[in-house]
Nanobody, 122 residues
Framework: QVRLVESGGGLVQAGGSLSLSCAVS????????MGWFRQAPGKEREFVAA????????DYADSVKGRVIITRDYAKNTVYLHMNSLKPEDTAVYYC??????WGRGGMYDYWGQGTQVTVSS
């Protein structure tokens, strides 16, 4: 059983930075395509970023491209989402997800974390 635990959320002012972590247990992070998603109040969950487990290729939603970087640390079994120039519209619960086949924004993710709240004040 794979378990994903997010951390690092919090309150930040617009223009600030925040880094989220996703600790993967039950198997090494090397074996999964990893992604970050978010869900704002009253809105559907949306894709934020993804990283391939074989090539470290990355993909970003247009809304965050240039402001967000997804990385992974195999030794620590952890995936990170580094966010800069945050905007109030980035306010959401951020979820880490893992998939056993493929990677990227499309397709199905098999495992999900419980989420961490990010609030950006104006």
């Amino acid at each position: 059983q794979v378990r994903l635990v997010e951390s690092g959320g919090g309150l930040v002012q617009a223009g600030g930075s925040l880094s989220l972590s996703c600790a993967v247990s039950g198997n090494t992070v090397r074996r999964y395509g990893m992604g970050w998603f978010r869900q704002a109040p009253g809105k559907e969950r949306e894709f934020v970023a993804a990283i391939s487990w074989t090539t470290d290729n990355t993909d970003y939603a247009d809304s965050v491209k240039g402001r967000v970087i997804i990385t992974r640390d195999y030794a620590k079994n952890t995936v990170y989402l580094h966010m800069n120039s945050l905007k109030p519209e980035d306010t959401a619960v951020y979820y880490c997800a893992a998939r056993e086949a493929g990677w990227g924004r499309g397709g199905m993710y098999d495992y999900w974390g419980q989420g961490t709240q990010v609030t950006v004040s104006s």
